[in-house]
């Protein structure tokens, strides 16, 4: 146990001396008091000073969300030796506000000292009515093997995302879904509501009610029931405050509350499925999440590093009838190679308390990105556990596509990408005290390898093909439609 502890507590502290040393050396103009910066070590001893800026093609956008990403203002000066670098970063930002297609920044020089600046933009299309016709298993592989591919474990319905929503980048989100389970939501995001496009807010309501219900663990593999009556009702809402002080680190608070009730058929099933025996569950959360994000493309990153560490405290009062307390941190290095080839690592940590909790409130690894590949049909539940992937590939190829006979302008933009790869995994999840419903995969080292492909299109869609080995001896194929981490 201590040498699992040594291992991962060691490369959280390499990797942190790492991102010190990779940090942009290039100033954030959004941190800055003063409009002109002083004048930057110049190797050429030819400073520019910035003059005008033009933005084409921004036919939604408004201007002041483009200029928010840059780090040159009209006044600044930069030496003609930093200007390319800084020109390339201010790129990636633009690109990483998913806004935009295409981003080219073109300095113009009408003096021998003084430059104009021109950015020529190509927008998304921000208007998504995507039809629902999805899973509700966590992934692919635990519906086609776990379920053996039933189609009435199928959800259907229509999910609406607005982006760039006033040209502010703003993001509305609505569902409507029926089917195996029924839910109805709405998210509104302002990721600015002061003129320094500092502060922002989320706002988001649910509801969410289903006949069909996880009510126990048997072995790792959820065991659902099934009912012509509605087997869990759950509501809530919350608000998130956000403040972007820089251009890479964002903190966010958030505000939450959560009211579930379940049928007298899971409470005879599962007699501690809600705390206390009860039927009823409300409870408040409170959390906070700090992210600092260096990586070049968010949609499928390549080089640099993501770090993001959270703590969620649910319950305050003496009504509320979950108590818990949740630490969690991440972090991410992308490193490129020559010849296309590319090595990535992501540790994660995640600890709870207390371990005396009601079925409902386990936490567990399995949900979202957080798994050992090759262990995607397992839930593995437990107070806290450690995880840690690494992959090394290569881009056989790469080559972008111009449809010009699209007659929507906004997809005529096609590019796509395959990687070929190999990976290892390891992970650690520690189990419940006098939990003995699933306790296999606990309180030991489990580890996955294997090797497959990356396919990356358009609008950051990614699909994964992998054949993997597991530490029990399960290898199979399995399918994801979203990046590793």
Known sequence: MRVVFFLFASFFCVSGALAASLRPAVSDSAKRAARHKPPV?????????????FIVGNRITRDRIVLRELSLKPGDTVSTAMLPLVIERDKRKLINTRLF???????????SDHIDLLIDINERWYTFPSPIFELSDRNFNEWWQNYNHDFNRVNYGLRLYQYNMRGRN?????????????????????????????????????FNETKNLAYKTADHKLVFAEADQILKTTSGGGITYTYRGSFYDTHAIRVEYRSS??????????????????????????????????????????????????????GFSKHDDVKKFELNASYSHFIEFKRNYFLSNNSLVFWSTPQNLAYANYSALG???????????????????????????KRIFSKVYNLNAMPIRQFRYL???????????????????????????????????????????????VFRLEYTFNGEGDHGFFFNFRREF
């Open 261 to 314: 009730t379940i049928a007298d058929t899971i409470q005879y099933l599962t007699p501690n499925y809600f705390t206390n025996e009860l039927k009823k569950q409300r409870f408040a959360i409170l959390g906070y999440q700090f992210t600092s994000d260096h990586r070049d493309y968010i949609g499928y990153p390549l080089r640099g590093y993501h770090f993001t560490a959270g703590l969620v405290k649910v």
């Open 415 to 461: 590019p796509l990408s395959i990687y070929i790869k190999t990976y290892a995994d390891l992970g650690y999840v520690k189990n419940y005290p006098n939990y003995t419903n699933s306790m296999r995969l606990t309180d030991k080292v489990i580890s996955g390898a294997g090797a497959g492909l990356d396919i990356v299109a358009s609008y950051d869609s």
């Open 101 to 111: 297609n295409t981003v080219e920044i073109k300095p113009l020089e009408y003096e």
């Open 367 to 393: 949900y979202g990105r957080q798994y050992v590949r090759g262990y995607e049909l397992y839930i593995i539940e437990g107070p806290w556990h450690l995880v840690n992937k690494t992959t090394f590939k």
């Open 41 to 53: 070590a110049d190797t050429s001893r030819h400073i520019l000073h910035v003059n005008r800026i």
């Open 170 to 206: 703003e993001t509305l989100r609505l569902t409507a879904q029926f089917g195996y389970q029924r839910k109805f939501d709405i998210t509104y995001r302002f990721p600015y509501i002061d003129r320094r496009q500092r502060q922002g807010l989320i706002i988001n309501a649910d």
